[in-house]
DNA sequence: CTAGGACATTGAACTAGGACAAGAAAAACA
DNA sequence: TGTTTTTCTTGTCCTAGTTCAATGTCCTAG
């Protein structure tokens, strides 16, 4: 049960069984079916998620009441607001929803202090996690303005080729930053040739 | 000398003088002419910058060969690759260069592990500023996908009043991820208004 | 003080992608 | 099983933004 994430946080920064142990100790184990929100715009995110099973997104509403989808999180990855809402008490502007059933480990900040004062080698590990996203965040960005639609596609079913056949189409073209309308044409357009 | 620094890793976490004092004779004062690259594609980054004084860019090169500038950094403000390139040994893909004459604090890999070795505590900050960084980039990537060439243009120049006036105009362009000639026509017709 | 380069502006022609609408297909559900 | 809702496709028209080229402006080095 715990070997999804203990390879994930022992990725970059190495840890005893001890240290595993409280760590382990530490994680609430949770069941979700899918279609649930778990964070809504306005409400501050006090928890951070490992995905063992299943898959989320987080996404904005922009000013037309169109959803933006930031980030998708599959098995192993951490979805959070990792805006500063936690540091500065500031209501998130994201939203966290499941898309299919999913199992996850979750933190709180509380939790997360204590494993710090027990542990304080995981403050490394975190720190590299973040560091990871941020790298990840950059790069998409890059992508974004650089690439047109059809490249970003075909980089993106690349990328996460699981991912492009469990997710309805009309949320990769949100992720793309393109209309569903337009991404159906892209892809008759590639299925030609 | 170390005020502006020293205000800026306090800001989310308080340390004693003498945690301070440690911080302080770790880091290396640089000044820097305009127009210095300081990191080229390929190479590995092994520093962290703090701005003093001055402006730096930081962009990576597209499949065309255009630029697209990812952050600009003034004063106050941190730069480095923040890809893995350190942890993971790979060669950057950014490169890092200043627009104007530059007053810098330096900090490479081993003297951060040796302040985190000396004073813990600044692992959590140094976290926190990361976090903080990953933060900005999402926001950015929404903006980005979500708002027009004008909105954009007017959110920045309503965020970086000053950049704006500093920094040449096709610079500004390349950071909205637009051309420059039509962001010459959008201040003309904004300029009209 | 001047010549060369970088930067900005403007216009004309073009295109990637959006908005809207309507139908087809596929899931979900009871 | 049929029915309802969600998702996907396709076509037509439209616009935001690009590309290319020409001209103008302003630094800055010599």
Known sequence: M??????????YVS?????LEIF?????????????????????CNFEIFVIKGCVRKYYIDANGFEVILQFAIENAWVSDSSFSIYENKPSRVFIET???????VFNPETKEELFAKAPRFERAFRILMQRSLAVTQERLFQTIS???????????????????????HYIASYLGISAEFLSKIRTKMAKK
């Open 99 to 105: 898309l299919e059933d999913c199992e996850f480990f």
């Open 147 to 169: 690439r047109s639609a059809t490249e970003k596609y075909q980089e993106f079913t690349a990328q996460y080729p699981t991912l492009s056949q469990r997710v309805a189409q």
């Open 15 to 19: 840890f005893s069984s001890s240290e």
């Open 2 to 11: 715990y070997t999804q994430i203990n390879s994930n946080i022992t990725r």
């Open 24 to 44: 382990n100790s530490l994680l609430t184990y949770k069941e979700v079916p899918k279609k649930t929100m778990l964070l809504q715009e306005g409400e501050i």
